[in-house]
């Protein structure tokens, strides 16, 4: 079995989203392609979890972000997914955990 990464949480509660988003620093970075197909390397990600206002679901999304918590990028990480409000969920599916600093 695979060991996972480690997700710490820096920043809980962030200002300026709809829902729940937190910012959390990923052990080791997260390898993923942006939308130009280029390989980024993400050290922060801000997590947000929201329900949808035109329709009845729900969607915790991942964003590379800076250390400071601002997204860097609105394109959706590995592990964005629809369904679920749960931080630990699409965290888990990018291959982390959330670990207590």
Known sequence: MMSKG????????LDGFRGHAALYKLDPPLLDRNWDDEVGR???VIVSATTLLWSSGCETYIFPATQDGKVSSWGELTGSMDGTLDHADALGAAGYEIVTP
């Open 6 to 13: 480690k997700a710490t949480l820096l920043k809980d509660n």
């Open 42 to 44: 993400h050290e922060f």
